[in-house]
Antibody
Framework: EVQLVESGGGLVQPGRSLRLSCAASGFTFDDYAMHWVRQAPGKGLEWVSGISWNSGSIGYADSVKGRFTISRDNAKNSLYLQMNSLRAEDTALYYC???????????????WGQGTLVTVSS | QSVLTQPPSASGTPGQRVTISCSGSSSNIGSNYVYWYQQLPGTAPKLLIYRNNQRPSGVPDRFSGSKSGTSASLAISGLRSEDEADYYCAAWDDSLSGEGVFGTGTKVTVL
């Protein structure tokens, strides 16, 4: 059974940092691209970042470029999102999503985690 | 700020057909595949349509997708109460360094 379990969310002050993790199981992790998608309270979905199977291709939404860094450790079946210089508008439920392809240019998410909530507030 | 525009709401009675539009541009829908996701209240999104018009196994054939030029649409035929949810289109956007984009979302209500 495929499982994606996010962790690392919480309450953080504006300007501070947070690191999210996504533990994957039930599939061959290093065969697929992985993504982070967020959803602000009561709002729609927003693609945040994606990373190809071998970390050779990485992409970011303009809203987080230069502040967030995505990475993966295929040996540990884990995906990460380092979030720096956090702003109030980064407050959202952050989902980890598995792609059905190896590369980034498709948004073919067949499995999603339950999300981890990030709240940026003083 | 989403670059894929959807109507905020759509509705129908049980058994009716409902269509949701998704309008984009040449850099996203016009040159890449479109995906559709269903999000039931309080749950993570679920893949409904991939590569414009393909259904994953387990998705009823009441759901169908199409694409023409820089627009796409999702049709739900034989509407059922359990179809009441938020629906999002998505596509890769090739502008600048490239990024994924979701539509603004459509809330479907079954009357």
């Amino acid at each position: 059974e495929v499982q994606l379990v996010e962790s690392g969310g919480g309450l953080v002050q504006p300007g501070r940092s947070l690191r999210l993790s996504c533990a994957a199981s039930g599939f061959t992790f290093d065969d697929y691209a992985m993504h982070w998608v967020r959803q602000a309270p009561g709002k729609g979905l927003e693609w945040v970042s994606g990373i190809s199977w071998n970390s050779g291709s990485i992409g970011y939404a303009d809203s987080v470029k230069g502040r967030f860094t995505i990475s993966r450790d295929n040996a540990k079946n884990s995906l990460y999102l380092q979030m720096n210089s956090l702003r109030a508008e980064d407050t959202a439920l952050y989902y980890c999503a598995k792609d059905r392809e190896r590369w980034l240019q498709l948004l073919d998410f067949d499995y999603w985690g339950q999300g981890t909530l990030v709240t940026v507030s003083s | 700020q989403s670059v894929l525009t959807q109507p905020p709401s759509a509705s129908g009675t049980p058994g009716q057909r409902v269509t949701i539009s998704c309008s984009g541009s040449s850099s996203n829908i016009g040159s890449n595949y479109v995906y559709w996701y269903q999000q039931l209240p309080g749950t993570a999104p679920k893949l409904l349509i991939y590569r414009n018009n393909q259904r994953p196994s387990g998705v009823p054939d009441r759901f169908s997708g199409s694409k023409s030029g820089t627009s796409a649409s999702l049709a739900i035929s034989g509407l059922r109460s359990e179809d009441e949810a938020d629906y999002y289109c998505a596509a890769w956007d090739d502008s600048l360094s490239g990024e994924g984009v979701f539509g603004t979302g459509t809330k479907v209500t079954v009357l």
